[in-house]
T-cell receptor, first 115, second 113 residues
């Protein structure tokens, strides 16, 4: 079975620019997560979707970050405008169900560098 | 506040020796506990989880973890380390069945040949 796909793998932008990341979850997985992993820290949940609805976006900086999953399959995370502190790896994960007892499958991540 | 702590940034173990990677948590109620592993240039992979029942849970690649409620710990163990076990290990906790997972900062495990 194909894993979680993410693109691009690497991105370098200047501060105040915008950037978008794409994620395609495992087929049949209703739940999709976006995490931010800053160097030396564990992943932090930014937003969780169940199909095309938002379950949890309490830690998403909504003044600059946005995410959508319009058709309940793939998803896009956008940052506009980017700040230096947004430099991190952005991880997408998916699971069959929305409660944490379902195993989450992670993609390879997108490494963002903001200069 | 709900949190999970991994007190060691790095653990070094000789190949063939037993290994332990420590994890403690602070949540109210009955936690759901997880271990994930991140190999170089690969995504996070699930290792094992504790939901309820037997305090000793077994997972992938010969790893196991012991839930200790009195010490609020969930240490990861393996009887005999392999060089291929070298990776970054994350402990994680969910305070409730319907809550998000909170990850620790990770412990880098080095298995020395």
């Amino acid at each position: 079975e194909a894993g979680v796909a993410q693109s691009p793998r690497y991105k370098i932008i200047e501060k105040r620019q915008s950037v978008a990341f794409w994620c395609n979850p495992i087929s049949g997985h209703a739940t999709l997560y976006w995490y931010q992993q800053i160097l030396g820290q564990g992943p932090k949940l930014l937003i969780q979707f169940q199909n095309n609805g938002v379950v949890d976006d309490s830690q998403l900086p909504k003044d600059r970050f946005s995410a959508e999953r319009l058709k309940g399959v793939d998803s896009t995370l956008k940052i506009q405008p980017a700040k230096l502190e947004d430099s991190a790896v952005y991880l997408c994960a998916s699971s069959f169900g929305q409660v944490p007892t379902y195993e989450q499958y992670f993609g390879p991540g997108t490494r963002l560098t903001v200069t | 506040a709900q949190s999970v702590a991994q007190p060691e940034d790095q653990v070094n173990v000789a190949e063939g020796n037993p290994l332990t990677v420590k994890c403690t948590y602070s949540v109210s109620g009955n936690p759901y506990l997880f271990w994930y592993v991140q190999y170089p240039n690969r995504g996070l992979q699930f290792l094992l989880k504790y939901i309820t029942g037997d305090n000793l849970v077994k997972g992938s690649y010969g790893f196991e973890a012991e839930f200790n409620k009195s010490q609020t710990s969930f240490h990861l163990k393996k009887p005999s380390a392999l060089v291929s076990d070298s990776a970054l290990y994350f402990c994680a906790v969910s305070p409730r069945w319907d809550d998000k997972i909170i990850f620790g900062k990770g412990t880098r495990l080095h298995i020395l040949p």
